[in-house]
């Protein structure tokens, strides 16, 4: 015979279940847990975030930063739908399977969560290379996805200053210090970054003050690793103790060769390695290469390419995956945090001959 026994918890303790159990990796706050809520960038109210210049980890699978007002209204590139386009996310992607579009290819080989979207397009590169398909899951500004998002480039919100060719601002991170284009005075690339991708400078709206700010660059973080300062690479991976400290690393290979990578883990040495001591990883192109920008990329052998729609919508589709992937343990976090829309929470518990069967729970 079946027994059924039904509970009604207090809210307080639907609070503490979903603290418990809805946490995402890493804490969805870079390896501090708490939930602390994510930035809102928005296309009328200009971000400043609180200035500061305490280093802390910034989010692992959300975003950084926002693109600041000026630097949204120079983007000629139109995005599809009814995108935001301002927010600016950190390095990592939430991984690639056969079942994201245009990407069967991939069959039963999935590129793991938690690996940037430079190594993760060239991750799929290499393993669709006999498909004749290219597959770009970044836009040409370096964006993608639905709510649209950068992750890379940014290309199209910037120029140079005109005195200095020192790039123009582009955002505003997390920490209230400004994220600018890939330029620092003399039109060159910074030598100087820390491990966060911030460095100490003079920008063309610092009013000939010292600052510190974040740099895009082609190689990860692209924008914000961490929020700096940091002196050392350590420094930054002590601020992701889950991931860069005991977390996993993975063995990744492209057309260029094979190497190591710590997932979720946005702390890159000089060697553009996020792994102790492996110098520069095989999977990157080789240094000669890139110096006498002599690009294999011949080596793909594709011999179609997505048409610019189609792949708008394959990385919106993608990104939804993302979304839904990054996004609901917050939700649920967040919606238990406010607790006004839960009075209780009833537990049912079916037993079968003393022995226990199953477990309903339903929020009301
Ligand atoms: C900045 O600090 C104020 C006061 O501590 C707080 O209310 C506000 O939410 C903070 N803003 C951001 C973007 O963190
Ligand atoms: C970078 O790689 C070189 C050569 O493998 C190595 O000698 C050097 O120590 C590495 N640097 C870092 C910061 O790991
Ligand atoms: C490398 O290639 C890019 C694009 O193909 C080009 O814009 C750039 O000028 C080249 N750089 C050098 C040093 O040849
Ligand atoms: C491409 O890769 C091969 C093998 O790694 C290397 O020998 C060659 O110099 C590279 N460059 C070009 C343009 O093929
Ligand atoms: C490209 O594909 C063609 C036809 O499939 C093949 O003959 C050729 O060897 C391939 N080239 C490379 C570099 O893989």
């Not at 889950?242 to 979720?264: A, Q």
């Not at 060697?271 to 006498?292: A, C, F, H, K």
Request: charged content about 15%; overall charge negative.
């Amino acid at each position: 015979m079946m027994m059924v026994v039904t509970l009604q918890l207090l809210p307080a303790l639907l609070l503490l279940l979903t603290k418990v159990s809805a946490q995402p990796p890493g804490g969805g706050g870079g390896g501090r847990p708490g939930g602390r809520p994510r930035i809102q960038c928005s296309l009328t109210t200009p971000f400043t975030g609180n200035r500061s210049d305490t280093p802390r980890a910034a989010p692992l699978r959300g975003n950084v930063g926002c693109v600041d007002l000026a630097a949204h209204a120079l983007r000629q590139l139109p995005i599809r739908g009814d995108q935001e386009g301002v927010n600016i996310y950190g390095p990592m992607e939430a991984g690639f399977g056969s079942g994201n579009p245009r990407m069967a290819c991939l069959g039963d080989v999935e590129v793991p969560g938690g690996i940037d979207t430079n190594l993760a397009e060239h991750m799929v590169h290499y393993i669709c290379r006999d498909s004749g398909v290219e597959i770009q899951v970044l836009d040409a500004c370096g964006g993608h996805a639905m709510p649209y998002h950068y992750h890379e480039r940014m290309s199209c919100l910037f120029t140079a200053d005109p005195v200095t060719l020192h790039s123009t601002r582009i955002g505003t991170a997390g920490d209230g210090n400004g994220i600018y284009g890939k330029h620092v005075d003399g039109g060159v690339e910074p030598d100087d970054l820390d491990a966060c991708g911030g460095r100490f400078g003079v920008t063309p709206d610092s009013n000939g003050q010292v600052v510190y700010y974040y740099s895009i660059t082609s190689a990860a973080p692209f924008s914000v690793g961490c929020y700096g300062p940091v002196n050392s690479v350590q420094e930054c991976r002590d601020m992701y103790p889950e991931t860069c400290g005991g977390g996993t690393i993975e063995t990744v290979t492209t057309i260029y060769g094979t190497g190591l990578y710590t997932l979720d883990c946005p702390c890159f040495d000089k060697n553009q390695s996020n792994v102790i001591g492996q110098g520069r990883p095989g999977y990157l192109e080789p240094l000669e290469d890139v110096t006498t920008n002599n690009s294999n990329s011949s080596n793909y052998n594709f011999t179609t390419t997505m048409d610019d729609e189609e792949n708008e919508v394959a990385v919106a589709k993608k990104a939804q995956t993302d979304t839904e992937r990054e996004q609901i343990p917050s939700e649920v976090m967040s919606s238990a945090a406010v607790g006004t829309s839960f009075t209780g929470i009833w537990v049912t518990i079916f037993f079968s001959s003393g022995a226990f069967m199953g477990i309903l729970i339903l929020l009301q």
